[in-house]
């Protein structure tokens, strides 16, 4: 498979299901934020490293940032298909309410690691918080262009991204913590 394909030379590309839109789609800016807050989560799972693995009492960041990385490929294939055919014929594209779920267990189980946040924070602290602070403020633009589309999405994929900001945030307060990096409040 050839990376260059020549179809897009003149400012369109293809929606699932071969519709051909204008690169500055709307939907197109929507799934470009979540691949490129994909791309921030990858960013932010190299500079994490070794800081992310599970122990008895903490949550294994790194094979939850790997899943959420899986999850995001589902959401911008779902977005690039706005005659929601995609999720009837290809499995992995599938998001529901357990994955919202297990993004609630998750931010549940980092916010046991972490003292109670009392008032505002800067982002920040050390290389993989403060990737996954980029990594929050991404997936909210992200939301808020998937919120203007025109068919709506389907409300669990709002559920999951409004969720994952949250997830964002509690893991960079967790990535910080554990390598001993200070909360700077505001």
């Known amino acids: 498979m050839k990376i260059y ?12 299901g071969g519709v051909r ?13 979540v691949d490129e807050l994909n791309a921030w989560v990858g960013f932010a799972r190299a500079a994490i490293g070794a800081g992310a693995a599970a122990t008895p009492a903490r949550v294994d960041l790194d ?17 690039a298909d706005p005659g929601e055919k995609i999720s009837s014929s290809v ?3 599938t998001l529901g309410d357990d994955d919202v779920a297990r993004l609630e267990g ?5 916010e046991t690691e972490l003292p ?25 633009r992200a939301e808020r262009r998937m919120i203007a589309l025109t068919p709506p999405v389907d409300n ?4 999951y991204i ?19 990096a200070p909360e700077t409040e505001w």
Do not use: E, W
């Open 63 to 79: 094979a939850a940032l790997v899943h959420i990385q899986r999850d995001l490929f589902a959401l911008g294939a779902r977005l």
């Open 21 to 33: 839109v204008s690169k500055s789609d709307p939907r197109v800016d929507a799934y470009g934020d």
């Open 91 to 93: 499995a992995k594209s």
């Open 116 to 140: 109670p946040l009392r008032r505002f924070i800067l982002p920040g602290g050390a290389l993989g918080g403060s990737a996954l602070h980029v990594a929050r403020t991404v997936c909210r």
């Open 156 to 159: 669990v994929l709002l559920r």
């Open 5 to 16: 394909t020549r179809t897009g030379d003149a400012g369109q590309t293809s929606l699932f």
């Open 106 to 110: 998750l931010i549940d189980g980092l």
């Open 162 to 180: 409004n969720r994952l900001s949250d997830l964002l945030f509690v893991a960079a307060r967790a990535m910080n913590h554990r390598q001993g």
